[in-house]
């Protein structure tokens, strides 16, 4: 593939990802796969960035949102473990079993206050209480 032909193409491609699909998640797989198809080198993204620095603006903002969710769904993902971990270890495997889905399905802020609550909580309903 020549040089401009590989450049117009994965920035054709960006441009249409991105008024073709929604999903940010999506979009940023949909850039990784025309990334590894044109395979630009260094001179062929300084030529694209020169060319449609729309696209790369555009395509650079697609893959931080992504990365941002996925680190924010990964603390997400590590905390619950932890205040799993943490009720386990205070109230048994049966409690950490009857309570599983709700840290699951927990957000950041609740798992927090949750995991803080279950260090001093002396029965396991208190960690889980609204006020």
Known sequence: MSRCIAVDTY?????????????????????ENVDTYTGL??????????????????MTGIIERARDETRQETRQEEKASDVLHLIERRFGPQAKGAYQARVEAGDLDQLERWF????????????????
């Open 11 to 31: 920035a054709y491609a960006v441009s249409g990802i991105r008024k073709l699909e929604p999903d940010p998640e999506r979009q940023r797989k949909w850039i």
């Open 41 to 58: 080198d260094d001179n062929e993204q300084e030529l694209l960035a020169q060319r449609y620095p729309q696209e790369v603006t555009e």
């Open 116 to 131: 803080d609550r279950a260090i001093d909580a002396k029965r396991i309903d208190e960690v889980f209480t609204d006020n």
